[in-house]
């Protein structure tokens, strides 16, 4: 059950690199005070060049497969841009914050180039899945998921182009409590029946209570006893020192008590 916020952001069309560079630039500065007044956990450095992005600034386009037919989706990497990421809090996916330029031209395997379709000012698109959040406490997952919003409409107020989708939550964007509180607590009931057995959500689906979870008895610590060592004795049953003396007869291994306590038993009973 994902919970994804959706989301695009560019520099206006008609922005020149420079400008575009102004305003990821002030998005950075925006992200670290936010980090200051503790609304977010961290901010990540900032990469000036497609080569430190690596596959992160990919992007998906869609062209007419020519060899069977039909549509296919490769990716480009970005040639242009910049780039950082912003950890919001526990639980909750990190957020990429950037603006770049994609190529216009593809080339496949074999040497054709198809177009790609991608206008030609600096753009980005991703999401957000906070649903994690949630496993950690619902006052958590709140402020993730609108957190996220937050992040989106401040850069809007920058100056940047932007669009969201919050399909699954539905907090945006009428920014309902409400709705957001209600999904936490469904949300929270589903993670919570995956760790039921079959047994248990056979029960939940037929009505019954989510099973309580068993507290774990808190372990005391018991006082160290000693315990004695008796000393070996020796049995002075006549019928035992018999048999232990012949068994031993001949070798000489019985003790000095045995022999004394079977000088006794003979004085006693008589016999060998």
Known sequence: MATNIRYGIGAPKEATRDEARKLIDAAYALMLDFQKRGLIQSVGPFLDHPSQMGDKSERPFVTEDRELGGEYCPRVLAEDGWMFEVTIGKGCE????????YPAEYKEWDGFVVPTKFRPYYQFSGWVDTEKAVNYNKKNFLHCHTMVIEILVSLEKLGFVMRMEDQDARYWPERSMEKLEA????????NKGWSLSTSELLDVAFG???????????????????????????????????????????????????KEALRKARSNFGGN
Request: hydrophobic share 35%; with cysteine.
């Open 94 to 101: 990190v957020m990429t914050i950037a603006l770049c330029r």
């Open 183 to 190: 999904y936490a607590k469904e949300l929270r009931s589903w």
């Open 208 to 258: 019954k209570p989510f099973p309580k979870k068993k507290k774990k008895a808190k372990a005391t610590a018991e006082p160290v006893t000693k315990t004695k060592v008796k000393k070996a004795s020796v049995s002075t049953s006549p019928l035992f020192l018999h048999q232990r003396y012949k068994a031993a007869r001949s070798a000489k291994q019985l003790s000095e008590a045995e």
